[in-house]
């Protein structure tokens, strides 16, 4: 996957919009951060948590991990080219759901 397949997915969901951080591709409920593209191939999403991140990285470290820099935070790095449609579908409704309001939920539940 590229991020234009990443975007693709993500615009299914009702208020995401495409934008920037930090000077690279962004994905954004309205004006709230989803996932950047950190560097070309390589995702930047944020997480429920640093356990449930920890959970991720130990469950596909082939697909998913962190460096030192995001150790105390909770967003987990993903390797796009090891990365499926479904899989990622099933990742950014967790992060979007987390974000959406109750109208955007409701219109995307139906």
Excluded at 82 to 96: A, D, G, K, Y
Aim: charged letters at 30%.
């Amino acid at each position: 996957m590229d991020f234009d397949d990443v975007f693709a997915i993500a615009s299914t969901f009702p208020g995401v919009v495409r934008s920037t951080s930090y000077g690279t591709p962004a994905i954004k409920l309205g004006t709230k951060f989803l996932l950047r593209e950190r560097e070309p191939g390589i995702l930047a999403l944020q997480r429920p948590s640093i356990d449930e991140r920890d959970m991720l990285i130990e469950a596909d470290p082939d697909l998913f991990f962190i460096t030192d820099h995001y150790r105390d935070y909770r967003y987990v790095l993903i390797h796009m080219d090891r990365l499926t449609p479904e899989h990622f579908r099933v990742i950014f409704e967790t992060i979007w759901r987390e974000k959406a309001t109750k109208a955007q939920i409701s219109a995307y539940d139906r």
